[in-house]
């Protein structure tokens, strides 16, 4: 998954610099379904390609971007929604990663040649596109199945030389520890967001106005504007809020989430979605708190480490993290294909990996400060519970890896019959100066 947000982070950076180089006057040159694809678009994917060292035909483009948007027609058409915490999610992992390669917010703003926010903005469209693709490709093959005999009558005659060679794996646990805001801090915030409600609510100012000026969320350009969105793109604590308001010019009680503490206004229902506008503000933690949780926890790894108790204890009775402490703290790869608790080091959190990259197994490490997936500051404490060298897959020892192959080949054909039946139905319209392009799919062009 790092790899791939650096990669998104680097195309997102190239289509910038493609549009501020781009001086062709823009034009359609494919219509699929109802949506057009524009020249300026197939533009920007080459010079995306181009920059990344990768040399692509100019033909092959449009037909990509044509196939995605396939899937997300049918993504509408099935009412595939995401959650917004999950964007936002991996919005914050692709700016961490960016932060950190290009060493301040300055730098990268200046690279991208867009604020922070705007920055922000863009990855929440592309992030969101992206999961609703992948979210339709699961519900497309959500009845592949792999059983062990497939796998075994699969790899049978397959030389052992020609095996996926698996890298170096590891299995990480983790203890945290997460600093809260004092009562006073909180108050401050509510207090605050209490007197942008007022200054609303009698006329003052506009809701709008305040969000662009104070909201401390991705929005805050649009005026802390959210498209219509159903109850589960949104953490249950917003959604039960937003979608309980009937007066547009009226604001919300103040809504606490893990994200911060946001007011909402409705704009509009449209059946079972709401679009609203909200103002999110977040606590400061200073960083002696910081430091006071970083103590707590240098203090059970030392008590770890003296066989008071283990690791697997202390994750289950002491740790902050919801997702670990019910599985003694072992962290699971969300972005394996099939459910393992093994990561290659570049899906792991970048500063995990970092930690873990120099500790031999069964090590405890110091304490240090990262960003979790959800974007929050917390202190943490991880074991190193095994490493798996870099080895040639074997049945015995890789089998889920080995399912997994097979699993993504199954899918991978599914997807395929799947394209090649909506090619065939789908209305496509292209400019005659197109149709001599090599296409991979059969259909494209109407008779």
Known sequence: MRNIALFVLFICVQVIFAQKESNVVDEVIWVVGDDPILLSEVQEARLDAERNGNSIELCMIPEQIAVQKLFLHQAD??????????????????????????????????????????FREMLMRSQRNQYRVQQEQ??????????????????????????????????????????????????????????FSRRVNEGETEFSTLARFYSEDGSARNGGELDYSGRGQWVPEFANVAFSLNDPKKVSKIVRTEFGFHIIQLIDKRGNKVKVRHILLKPEI??????????????????????????????????????????????????????TSRFEMKDLNQDIAKVVNGMSVGEISKPFIMT??????????????????????????DFQVLRGVVYEKRCEAELEKWIKEKVRTTYVRIKPEWRSCKFKYDGWIKS
């Open 286 to 339: 200073p960083d002696s708190v910081y430091e006071k949780a970083c103590v707590r926890l240098d203090s059970i790894a030392s008590d770890i480490r003296a066989g008071k108790f283990s690791f697997d204890e202390g994750a289950a009775q002491l740790s902050d993290d919801i997702d670990t402490r019910n599985n003694a703290g072992l962290l699971s790869n969300s972005a394996s294909m099939l459910p």
């Open 138 to 195: 699961m519900k497309l093959t959500e009845n592949v199945k792999v059983t062990p005999a497939e796998v075994r009558e699969y790899f049978k005659n397959v030389p052992e030389d020609s095996l996926p060679m698996i890298p170096t794996q590891v299995e990480v646990q983790i203890i945290t520890s997460q600093p809260q805001p004092s009562r006073e801090e909180i108050e401050r915030v509510e207090e605050r967001l209490r007197d």
């Open 77 to 118: 058409l099935d009412s595939i929604e995401v959650s917004e915490s999950d964007v936002m999610s991996g919005v914050n992992e692709i700016v961490s990663s960016a932060l950190q390669a290009y060493g301040s917010k300055e730098n990268l703003e200046a690279i991208t040649h867009r604020s922070l926010t705007q």
């Open 372 to 397: 979790n997936a959800k974007g929050h500051k917390i202190c943490a404490i991880v074991k190193l519970k095994n490493r798996i060298d870099r080895h040639r897959a074997t049945m015995t020892e």
